[in-house]
């Protein structure tokens, strides 16, 4: 059975920095990324990182926001610096299973940056 655990989340000041930690177990998984969702729109792609360690990142964080993984933990990490208001959103950690191919959903994690 899949499970994937996250923690990390809560209230910075812009500007400030916040870790995100995604523990996944059950499976070995190849892809594992973040995504956000704010309030009225629609989840986005925030980063993903192959199981070789190739980073992707949306166009809105690159430069400030990182992604890794631990293959022997099954975890991967989002180190979010300089960060917005418009940052503010429920970020959900993903992990992509090949067989089946599959993807599973972490229950999220809210991240609001406000002074």
């Known amino acids: 059975q899949v499970q994937l655990a996250e923690s990390g989340g809560g209230l910075v000041q812009p500007g400030g920095s916040l870790r995100l930690s995604c523990a996944a177990s059950?499976?070995?998984?190849?892809?594992m990324g973040w995504y956000r969702q704010a309030p009225g729109k629609q989840r986005d792609l925030v980063a993903s990182i192959t199981r070789g360690g190739s980073p992707n990142y949306a166009d809105s964080v690159k430069g400030r926001f990182t992604i890794s993984r631990d293959n022997a933990l099954n975890t991967v990490y989002l180190q979010m610096n300089s960060l917005k208001p418009e940052d503010t959103a429920t970020y959900y950690c993903t992990s992509d299973t090949m067989t089946p191919p599959r993807t599973y959903w972490g229950q999220g994690t809210q991240v609001t940056v406000s002074s």
């Open positions: 059950g499976s070995i998984f190849i892809n």
